[in-house]
Antibody, heavy 114, light 110 residues
Framework: EVFLVESGGGLVQPGGSLRLSCAASGFDFSRYGMNWVRQAPGKGLEWLSH????????YYADSVKGRFTMSRDNAKNSMYLQMTNLRDDDTAFYYCARGTLDYWGQGSLVTVSS | QAGLTQPPSVSKGLRQTATLTCSGNHNNVGNQGATWLQQHQGRPPKVLTY???SRPSGISERFSASRSGSTASLTITGLQPEDEADYFCSAWDSDLRAWLFGGGTKLTVL
């Protein structure tokens, strides 16, 4: 069975940094592209980034390009989202999702507030 | 990035059939179809169909997807109270190299 588990969320001040992790199990992780998607409170879903199975290429949404960096470690069946220069409007649940968005994690809440 | 277009709300009666739509263009929905997700208040999204009409295990056959040109549809038959939720569509855009989402449709079961 496919499982995706996010971790690393929490409260951070504006301008701060945070690193999210996504641990995957139940499938051949290195063969799948992966994604980060977020959802602000009461809002819709917003795709953030995609990383291919080998680790490149990586694509980003304009809203996070230059501030967020996605990476993966296939040996650890894990992927990461390094978030810097965080703003109030980055407050959201952050989800990792497999390839064609066919499996999702439960989400990790990031709150940006002073 | 621009998003896909979904009607904000749809209302149908118990045991009726609801059809939700999702419009894009030839680079996204018209190219690879759509993924449909259901989300209940306070819960993470749940995938209903992907790659046009593949269903994850455990998803009821009452949910089916189709596509005509650049418009994808999700049909829900025999509506139940638990089907009342927000429904999102998504599609990979081959030109933008990005996943696009619709704004979501709130389905009310009367």
């Amino acid at each position: 069975e496919v499982f995706l588990v996010e971790s690393g969320g929490g409260l951070v001040q504006p301008g701060g940094s945070l690193r999210l992790s996504c641990a995957a199990s139940g499938f051949d992780f290195s063969r799948y592209g992966m994604n980060w998607v977020r959802q602000a409170p009461g809002k819709g879903l917003e795709w953030l980034s995609h990383i291919s199975g080998p680790g490149t290429p990586i694509y980003y949404a304009d809203s996070v390009k230059g501030r967020f960096t996605m990476s993966r470690d296939n040996a650890k069946n894990s992927m990461y989202l390094q978030m810097t220069n965080l703003r109030d409007d980055d407050t959201a649940f952050y989800y990792c999702a497999r390839g064609t968005l066919d499996y999702w994690g439960q989400g990790s809440l990031v709150t940006v507030s002073s | 990035q621009a998003g896909l277009t979904q009607p904000p709300s749809v209302s149908k009666g118990l045991r009726q059939t609801a059809t939700l739509t999702c419009s894009g263009n030839h680079n996204n929905v018209g190219n690879q179809g759509a993924t449909w997700l259901q989300q209940h208040q306070g819960r993470p999204p749940k995938v209903l169909t992907y790659r046009n009409n593949s269903r994850p295990s455990g998803i009821s056959e009452r949910f089916s997807a189709s596509r005509s040109g650049s418009t994808a549809s999700l049909t829900i038959t025999g509506l139940q109270p638990e089907d009342e939720a927000d429904y999102f569509c998504s599609a990979w855009d081959s030109d933008l190299r990005a996943w696009l989402f619709g704004g979501g449709t709130k389905l009310t079961v009367l």
